[in-house]
């Protein structure tokens, strides 16, 4: 896994963490705003944004990138 973070910056630091083959999970005190320019409303302290477009829950990830994983690698 792949992570980024502030390096200058203490407890606040918002890291963003790429999954191989799966979600970003962006931990730390961010504000998620929809296309509307509406705050998405955040039920935990870590999210997983999709990047597979196969969630049903969007932006969240729902886990159907490892359907889509286990789909790939049977074929
Ligand atoms: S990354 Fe998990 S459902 Fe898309």
Same mark, same amino acid.
């Given at each position: 896994?792949?992570?980024?973070?502030?390096?200058?910056? *203490?407890?606040?630091? @918002? &890291?963003? &963490? @790429?999954?191989?083959? /799966?979600? +970003? +999970? @962006?931990?730390?005190?961010? &504000? +998620?705003?929809?296309? *509307?320019?509406?705050?998405?409303?955040?039920?935990?302290? !870590?999210?997983? +944004?999709?990047?597979?477009?196969? !969630?049903?829950?969007?932006?969240?990830?729902? /886990? !159907?990138?490892?359907?889509?994983?286990?789909?790939?690698?049977? &074929?």
């Amino acid at each position: 896994m792949n992570s980024v973070s502030n390096p200058q910056s *203490d407890n606040d630091d @918002v &890291t963003i &963490t @790429v999954c191989p083959d /799966g979600p +970003l +999970l @962006v931990r730390g005190p961010v &504000t +998620l705003i929809d296309a *509307d320019g509406n705050p998405i409303k955040k039920e935990r302290p !870590t999210i997983a +944004l999709c990047r597979c477009r196969g !969630t049903s829950i969007a932006p969240f990830c729902d /886990g !159907t990138h490892k359907k889509r994983r286990r789909r790939q690698s049977s &074929t």
